[in-house]
């Protein structure tokens, strides 16, 4: 998860400078499901309690580390988020709110393969908030245009629907959206 997000979070030097005080939001739907089926396994396949990979598992190593390949050391937090209508935009709020007093956040979305949707892929998006920027595209969030059916496609993406949100926004004011795809 860690890598997923770190890697995804660098393409943002490419696009614009990051402050050193930037702040990180990272939206995920559970910190790392890998850890977590090691350490389930440890404990109920072989009895052995590894505390260790618990506590690895509920800290915010995967914003610490993004914040790390960005060069900042602004505020840092994982918000737990899925990919439905209610909870998805979490972090993005919570990023527009620390933005109150000037500032600059970095927003992202992170997922790492899970069974329970084997249909999709892994990846991260990510997105770079400043107030009164003098260049980008302005956000404004409600429900409208928020599109939650969609058809099957591949490939599918678990945050599906922020990245149709975020090039829906960036179409409108006729911007591209650039695409990193990592083998």
Same mark, same amino acid.
């Given at each position: 998860?860690? $890598?997923?997000?770190?890697?995804? %979070?660098? /393409?943002?030097?490419? *696009? ?11 939206g &995920? @739907?559970?910190?790392?499901? +890998?850890? !977590? ?12 309690a590894?505390? !260790? ?8 190593? @995967?914003?610490?580390? &993004? %914040? /790390? ?6 505020? &840092?937090?994982?918000?737990? %988020? ?6 998805? !935009?979490?972090?993005? +709020?919570?990023a527009?709110? +620390?933005?109150?007093?000037?500032? *600059? ?5 992170? =997922?790492? =393969? *899970? ?15 400043? @107030?009164?920027?003098? /260049?980008?595209? #302005?956000?404004? $969030? ?8 969609? #058809? +099957?496609?591949? #490939?599918? =993406? =678990?945050w *599906? ?19 990193? &795809?990592?083998?």
């Amino acid at each position: 998860m860690s $890598l997923i997000a770190a890697l995804g %979070a660098g /393409q943002l030097k490419e *696009q614009c400078e990051i402050r050193s005080d930037c702040a990180v939001f990272l939206g &995920t @739907p559970f910190s790392s499901p +890998s850890v !977590f089926e090691k350490m389930a396994d440890n404990v109920l396949n072989h009895h052995a309690a590894m505390p !260790f990979d618990f506590i690895a598992n509920l800290h915010n190593s @995967p914003v610490f580390h &993004t %914040a /790390q390949a960005l060069g900042t050391h602004g505020a &840092t937090l994982v918000v737990a %988020a899925d990919n439905n209508v209610d909870t998805c !935009f979490h972090p993005l +709020s919570l990023a527009m709110q +620390s933005l109150q007093n000037g500032g *600059q956040a970095a927003v992202g979305w992170a =997922y790492e =393969y *899970q069974a329970a949707h084997a249909d999709t892929h892994e990846g991260s998006i990510w997105i770079v908030l400043e @107030p009164g920027a003098e /260049q980008g595209v #302005p956000v404004v $969030l409600n429900d409208e245009g928020i599109q939650t059916d969609r #058809p +099957s496609e591949k #490939p599918q =993406y =678990y945050w *599906q629907n922020i990245a149709d949100w975020i090039e829906a926004v960036m179409a409108h004011e006729g911007r591209d959206v650039k695409k990193y &795809t990592l083998a």
